[in-house]
């Protein structure tokens, strides 16, 4: 007996590791600095030199690099320096092979930096890794049965099919020269750059991503009566990647996280130092997923010989929601009396951690924190910036009708707006727009039947059987299963009950007639 296949694409998880590494090292300040009087700030990020993947395991290496702004202990100048931070570190994944393509993320759990004395530096870190292995199968769909006499049980499906699943690189570079009234360039001491309200949108054979850039940095002018200066710019960005294969109508799974970010000074047309030039390098580890209508043989028999189903139990995915929803949280900050009072609010920035995600009725409740650094300046100008770390809890629901305990759905967490205001010299307003999208997967298990064999009808069971009977609807019962059970059709039973559809009610009276006689 003939089946018709058609293929469809599923991801499954081969493997996946975490693992956790901790930093503990003292830091010893370079003899071109000057003494530490006092920190400021630090910050940190990771670099990888190496991955590479073997049988059962993955190796990694890189660097932790933290970057600190201190006050020096003579003149009270601001400084900075940067320490790097080696590891290397081995995850255990089981069942992969060298080929196989790996997914690393990481999270810089904590860090802190301490003074030892104004030479020497205490850093602490626990940095968590986070890798997956995925593969791609391919599952045939009975969808068609070429035989007469054969009665086919259908169901049309709605599956998600992967279409494409790869990595790939969105390099976003812009330009900013200092406003007129700002001096020149003599050092950059700090910078930060964040990717806020990044917005991916597929088109044909290329990804639309768009967004803005918040960046800062603190340097050193040349104008000696006032030397430290700041400046702020929100850098909005509208670029494309080729994506082969991409279509429009394609529902995407994107994850984009910062691999590279930099700022470099370059003169202006003038040759002044006045340029600023911003390079960010997102990592997209892209799943794009198409909507396809499937009409899947779910069983088959016939009346005149035995029917023998063999296939396997498989899990299919079907779409049952996006959201892109926000959530907005605010709070105040109040200063202790050892952190100096505000003259102005200089920059202020964001991370969004969610750290318990629950599956609530029609929908999922994400509850986390947004670890928040606010750099400000006093009116003491022998100790003129100070820095407060806070934090802002928040508890949101995301609509998702239909959702079950047993769906699957991939959250992702970005903090899309922020501000922070002065209420006075010791209280500080924090408002925060985050963006929560969320992608929902139904799985459901069913018998893919991979081949139908026929026998010969047990022909001492048929002979038991009675040639005619009236049978009661049972609950559940369908008219296609009573037809299989009694060895006849569902057209025979609607003809010889006179019965317009093969819809039935329990306590219905059919009458039935057996189409094989012993």
């Known amino acids: 007996m003939e089946l018709r296949k058609e293929s469809v694409q599923m991801l499954h998880v081969k493997s996946r590791a975490t693992s956790q590494v901790t930093f503990d090292a003292d830091y010893n300040v370079p003899d071109a600095k000057p003494d530490m009087g006092r920190l400021i700030q630090s910050k940190g990020d990771i670099v990888m030199d190496e991955v590479r993947l073997s049988e059962g395991k993955a190796f990694i290496s890189g660097n932790l690099n933290a970057d600190v702004l201190y006050v020096g202990e003579e003149d009270q100048k601001v400084c900075s320096l940067a320490a790097k931070l080696p590891f290397d570190e081995t995850l255990n994944l089981e069942g992969i092979a ?5 997914c690393l993320k990481w999270e810089i759990e904590d860090l802190s930096v301490h003074m030892i004395h104004s030479r020497k530096l205490n850093i602490k870190a626990i940095v968590t890794f986070y890798a997956v292995v995925d593969e791609m199968t391919g599952i045939q769909l009975p969808v068609e049965i070429s035989e007469d006499g054969i009665s086919v049980k259908k169901k049309k499906v709605q599956l998600m099919s992967l279409m494409v699943h790869k990595k790939d690189t969105l390099r976003i570079k812009d330009e900013v020269t200092l406003a007129s009234n700002k001096p020149n360039i003599d050092m950059l001491l700090w910078n930060t750059i964040e990717v806020r309200g990044l917005d991916l949108r597929l088109e044909d054979n290329m990804i639309k991503a768009r967004g803005e850039l918040a960046v800062f940095v603190l340097y050193s002018g040349e104008d000696e009566e006032n030397p430290l200066q700041w400046a702020e710019y929100v850098l909005p960005f509208n670029t494309e990647l080729d994506c082969t294969g991409c279509t429009a109508d394609m529902i995407p799974n994107i994850a984009a996280s910062v691999m590279h970010q930099s700022i470099e000074v370059k003169p202006d047309a003038d040759g002044e130092e006045r340029v600023l030039s911003v390079d960010v390098v997102l990592e997209l580890d892209m799943k794009l997923y198409r909507e396809e209508e499937h009409d899947l043989v779910l069983d088959v028999y016939s009346p005149l010989k035995e029917c023998i189903l063999q296939g396997k139990e498989e899990c299919l995915e079907s779409l049952l929601v996006r959201n892109d929803s926000k959530c907005r949280v605010s709070d105040r900050i109040e200063l202790k009396e050892s952190q100096g009072k505000i003259l102005q609010i200089c920059h202020s920035q964001g991370r969004v951690k969610v750290e318990k995600t629950k599956v609530v009725e029609n929908g999922i409740q994400a509850e986390g924190v947004v670890f928040l650094k606010i750099l400000y300046i006093t009116g003491n100008d022998e100790m003129p910036f100070y820095s407060v770390d806070g934090m802002l809890p928040f508890s949101h629901v995301i609509e998702a009708n239909g959702i079950t305990e047993d769906s699957t759905f991939f959250l992702q967490a970005d903090l899309e707006q922020l501000s922070t205001s002065m209420i006075d010299s010791n209280e ?26 026929e026998q010969p009808l047990d022909m001492q069971k048929i002979q038991a059987m009675p040639g005619i009977t009236v049978y009661v609807v049972k609950s559940g019962d369908t008219m296609w299963d009573i037809a299989k059970h009694f060895y ?5 039973i609607c003809t010889l009950n006179e019965l317009e559809s093969d819809q039935v009610t329990p306590g219905m009276p059919l009458l039935l007639v057996k189409k094989v006689e012993g």
């Open 98 to 102: 060298g080929g196989d393509k790996m």
């Open 428 to 453: 500080i307003e924090v408002k925060a727009v985050i963006s929560l999208n969320v992608l929902v997967l139904q799985c459901e298990k069913r018998m893919i039947i991979s081949k139908v064999e």
């Open 488 to 492: 006849t059709t569902v057209e025979e």
